[in-house]
């Protein structure tokens, strides 16, 4: 079964022309790793980053912590396709970042 990716999603949601109301789009992981933060060692939450693919480009984002449990039941993993239903973009470091990623198909 063929899978279509939302073509060009990663450009717009980096650009703002994509909101999440609007849209809801179909990426593919490429990666997903734990990720140390100073946070995290004053807490037991753990965080993820995720590498998300439309297709033609890719950008790295962090997995909102209440979907955890997705990679910790094997759900959400490389090669996994996504729909996400909520996201944020911010800038980091002067580099555009999808932060809080929400969903999953």
Known sequence: MAINLTEGAIMMMCRGELKAEEV???????DVKLVS???QQHSNTERFRVLLSDGSLHQQ???????NAL???GKLQKGSVVQLTQFVCNVVQNRMHLPA?????
């Open 24 to 30: 809801k789009p179909v990426l593919q992981v490429i």
């Open 37 to 39: 933060t100073q946070a």
């Open 101 to 105: 990623l929400d969903g999953s198909k």
């Open 71 to 73: 990679v910790k039941e």
């Open 61 to 67: 984002g962090m997995l909102a912590t209440q979907m």
